[in-house]
């Protein structure tokens, strides 16, 4: 699996469903990622337990693979010190870098 965006990252993934947490590297903000049942590739019945934890183990995969990516839309790259922030941390009117967290305003 990819290095999750933020420093802090949860996984709440159960049995049958996947979700992650991502928190901003300034506030500590939580965004969640969409929640995704776990389809277990479409079958309707496995019966086989081993068989179902493969299946599951490759759509958690991906489903973080995804809520990373949508994570970068949700938080805001600092050019100077390289962390992921949210919206509140992050000082868009900045012109010089384009914008950089308040921290390094
Ligand atoms: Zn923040
Ligand atoms: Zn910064």
Do not use: Y
Not at 15 to 43: H, M, N, P, Y
């Amino acid at each position: 699996m990819s290095q999750p965006l933020t420093q802090k990252s949860t996984d709440h993934s159960d049995r049958d469903r996947f979700s992650f947490s991502f928190f901003c590297d300034c506030c500590g903000k939580e965004w969640v990622s969409q929640i995704v049942a776990f389809t277990a590739g479409g079958l309707t019945a496995i019966d086989h337990e081993e068989a179902r934890r493969l299946l599951w183990q490759q759509e958690h995969k991906e489903v973080f693979e995804q809520a990373n990516m949508d994570a970068r839309l949700k938080f805001n790259r600092c050019p100077l010190c390289g962390r992921w922030v949210c919206d509140e941390c992050f000082d868009c009117e900045e012109t010089k870098h384009g914008g950089v967290c308040t921290e390094c305003k």
